[in-house]
Every structure is written in C-alpha cells, then in structure tokens.
C-alpha cells in the first residue's frame, strides 16, 4: 500500500461547460499550482487557460479515449512520486462520460488521495431546468449508436421510476427520441436541453413523440436529454411501446411468445393485449408470417 504522505494527489477540475465565466476561482488555482495537467484536448485546454489569464507552468499532456489506457501508468507514476496531477476533459467534471474513471480507479487501489475541484455540470444543469421530477434520477449516459442496442437498453429501462438523463450526438438525437418514444410512449414528458449556458441555449419541453418530430429538423450544439420516469400506477399500455418491448426483447434473443408473456406481466395488461399490439400495428390487418 502506498504511503499517502509521500504520494501526490489526483485532482478532478470541473470545467465550464459554455460560459468561460462560469469557471469556479479555485480552478485557476489548481491549474496554475499543477506539476502535471492531464487535459482531453490539449488545444482547448490552452484556449481555456489564455481565456483566464492564467500561466501554467506544469506539464500538460494529453489524455483523451485513445491514448487513456496507455497514459494511466505515466500518471499513476507522477502520483507515486509525490506530483499534484489535475484532470481536466473539454466540459464539466471528468470521469462523467469523459475519460477519467481508469485514473480514478487506479489513484484508489494504491491508496492515493483523490479530490475535486465542483463546478459545471450538464447533467445537473439540465435536470434543474427540464422542469420534471428532481427528487430521484439516475444517469444514462450515451445511448449505444446502433439500433438494436439502443432499442434493447431503453426497453431495459422501461419500468424505470426516476427520471433520466441521457447524453446525445446532435446527429443522433432524432433517432434517439424516436426510440424512447417507442420505449416508454409518445406521450411521456421529457426536455430537449441544447447548448446550456451558451448563447445559443434552448431547452424545448414536450412529449417524446412531439419532440422528435421538433428534431427531425435537424439539431445543433451539446444535447443533454432528460426524460421522466415511468409512472408506478399507470402501466404502459399504448400498442406501440408493447410492440416495441416485445421487438426488443426479441433483438435479445427471447422467443416472441416469451416475450410477449413477458411484457404483458411487466405491462400488468393481458396476454391478448401485447399479442394484438405485435400482429394487428395501426391498420388492425395480422402481418404475413412471424407467430407467437
């Protein structure tokens, strides 16, 4: 076990997510104070510091998806050593959908101390103005790009009770609200937050289905999307999310009849209910082939 008196310390700075005012007095100080600057983007990171007037005089590298695995030794390293190391990702705090959590992982297990610098954060920021439910939620993270691994974790999420947050690619965000609206129904309450605290902010509010068609416009900037939760006493019977949660399960691997047991026991709605909701979609006629 490492001694901590003679180990350095790891320190995770939150940076501003938009407004460079935003940056809390004690980041500069951590930086300027830093032997060793781990940084996403090196570039950034300079703009950052010459935006707040700031002299570094510590060593900067970077430390990004591709070269974390390679870089966590070196730092570790410079930990050991008795170095002040200081985190920094593009936005906000790191670790969170940003590299860091190998770091992290690694500082702990050799009995380093960790600490943080608060500051921005997307996720808070846009759970405090979606104007739903902040009492309980949980982070979702980026959605996976494919199809079918997306559909399988929203279905995964369907009897989630808190209400959500998800990170999203601009380009992305169109099918992302139409998987969720299939997931958890059209009509669920979720917020849009585009570009927080930039000049450009917008936060459009409104049923998934609504807002997916608002999407398919096209969307620029950051997108942070926050989605309510699944309300306990009112089951999801809408014929498109039962059909959706049956399709995912499929995608699984789960036999159709299987699943269609499945998620009418979920649903708390009959086995015929989910049956019709798979064979007889919007025009009533039963599909060619497929059986339950």
Same mark, same amino acid.
């Given at each position: 076990?490492?001694?901590?008196?003679?180990?350095?310390?790891?320190?995770?700075?939150?940076?501003?997510?938009?407004?460079?005012?935003?940056? &809390? &007095?004690?980041?500069?100080? #951590?930086?300027?104070?830093?032997?060793?600057?781990?940084?996403?983007?090196?570039?950034?990171?300079?703009?950052?510091?010459?935006?707040?007037?700031?002299?570094?005089?510590?060593?900067?590298?970077?430390?990004?998806?591709?070269?974390?695995?390679?870089?966590?030794?070196?730092?570790?390293?410079?930990?050991?050593?008795? #170095?002040?190391?200081?985190?920094?990702?593009?936005?906000?705090? %790191?670790?969170?959908?940003?590299?860091?959590?190998?770091?992290?992982?690694?500082?702990?297990?050799?009995?380093?101390?960790?600490?943080?610098?608060?500051?921005?954060?997307?996720?808070?920021?846009?759970?405090?103005?979606?104007?739903?439910?902040?009492?309980?939620?949980?982070?979702?993270?980026?959605?996976?790009?494919?199809?079918? #691994?997306?559909?399988?974790?929203?279905?995964?999420?369907?009897?989630?009770?808190?209400?959500?947050?998800?990170?999203?690619? %601009?380009?992305?965000?169109?099918?992302?609200?139409?998987?969720?609206?299939?997931?958890?129904?059209?009509?669920?309450?979720?917020?849009?937050?585009?570009?927080?605290?930039?000049?450009? #902010?917008?936060?459009?509010?409104?049923?998934?289905?609504?807002?997916?068609?608002?999407?398919?416009?096209?969307?620029?900037?950051?997108?942070?999307?926050?989605v309510s939760g699944a309300d306990a006493d009112a089951p999801t019977t809408e014929p498109a999310t039962l059909a959706a949660l049956v399709a995912a399960a499929e995608q699984a691997g789960v036999p159709r009849k299987e699943a269609i047991v499945d998620v009418a026991k979920r649903s708390g709605v009959?086995?015929?209910?989910?049956?019709?909701?798979?064979?007889?979609?919007?025009?009533?006629?039963?599909?060619?082939?497929?059986?339950?």
């Amino acid at each position: 076990m490492t001694d901590p008196s003679a180990a350095g310390v790891l320190v995770l700075a939150a940076t501003p997510i938009g407004r460079v005012e935003d940056a &809390p &007095p004690r980041l500069g100080a #951590e930086l300027v104070g830093a032997d060793v600057i781990a940084a996403e983007d090196t570039r950034r990171f300079r703009r950052l510091t010459h935006d707040l007037g700031l002299e570094i005089t510590g060593r900067v590298v970077s430390y990004f998806e591709g070269n974390e695995q390679a870089r966590t030794p070196q730092l570790l390293d410079a930990l050991l050593a008795g #170095e002040r190391v200081v985190l920094v990702t593009d936005a906000g705090m %790191p670790s969170v959908s940003d590299p860091g959590y190998r770091l992290v992982a690694a500082a702990v297990e050799r009995d380093i101390r960790v600490t943080a610098v608060p500051g921005p954060s997307a996720v808070l920021t846009a759970l405090a103005v979606s104007g739903l439910p902040v009492d309980r939620f949980c982070f979702e993270g980026f959605l996976p790009r494919k199809a079918g #691994e997306r559909s399988r974790r929203l279905a995964s999420l369907g009897d989630e009770q808190r209400t959500m947050v998800f990170f999203e690619a %601009p380009h992305r965000t169109e099918a992302a609200l139409v998987a969720m609206a299939a997931a958890f129904g059209g009509a669920r309450p979720a917020a849009v937050c585009r570009e927080l605290t930039k000049t450009h #902010e917008e936060v459009r509010r409104g049923g998934l289905a609504d807002l997916a068609t608002w999407a398919s416009d096209g969307i620029r900037g950051e997108v942070t999307i926050v989605v309510s939760g699944a309300d306990a006493d009112a089951p999801t019977t809408e014929p498109a999310t039962l059909a959706a949660l049956v399709a995912a399960a499929e995608q699984a691997g789960v036999p159709r009849k299987e699943a269609i047991v499945d998620v009418a026991k979920r649903s708390g709605v009959p086995k015929r209910v989910v049956y019709d909701a798979v064979h007889k979609p919007a025009g009533g006629a039963e599909p060619s082939g497929g059986r339950a």
